[in-house]
Nanobody, 119 residues
Framework: QVQLVESGGGWVQPGASLRLSCTAP????????VAWFRQAPGKEREGLAC????????YYADSVKDRFTISRDNALNTVYLQMNSLKPEDTAVYSC????????????WGQGTQVTVSS
């Protein structure tokens, strides 16, 4: 059962931008911390960015800091990842993740969306 749905991936040339979206059709993201991960072929999954449910705290991996921005629109029940200045090494499957930051909290993953950066 798909619990998070990503969209916005595709093929772009180096230097371009993409915005990924993540929605939760079956629940409200308001009380969840959210994050974006990616996994390239032959590599381990990499955490890129995360945001507390109050949106007042964010974290970025060094590999994407100053290029990627995580944001959320609770009215639309959507989390975004704005990706600028894309590089070929950003090619990967990008997935969103949501977690309730309490003991025994629920956790959800999306199926992922492919991002390919090449000329």
């Amino acid at each position: 059962q798909v619990q998070l749905v990503e969209s916005g991936g595709g093929w772009v040339q180096p230097g371009a931008s993409l915005r990924l979206s993540c929605t939760a059709p079956g629940f409200t993201l308001d009380f969840y911390a959210v994050a974006w991960f990616r996994q390239a072929p032959g590599k381990e999954r990499e955490g890129l960015a995360c945001m507390h449910n109050s949106a007042d705290s964010t974290y970025y991996a060094d590999s994407v800091k100053d290029r990627f921005t995580i944001s959320r629109d609770n009215a639309l029940n959507t989390v975004y990842l704005q990706m600028n200045s894309l590089k070929p090494e950003d090619t990967a499957v990008y997935s969103c993740y949501a977690e309730q930051l309490v003991a025994g909290g629920r956790r959800y993953w999306g199926q992922g969306t492919q991002v390919t950066v090449s000329s």
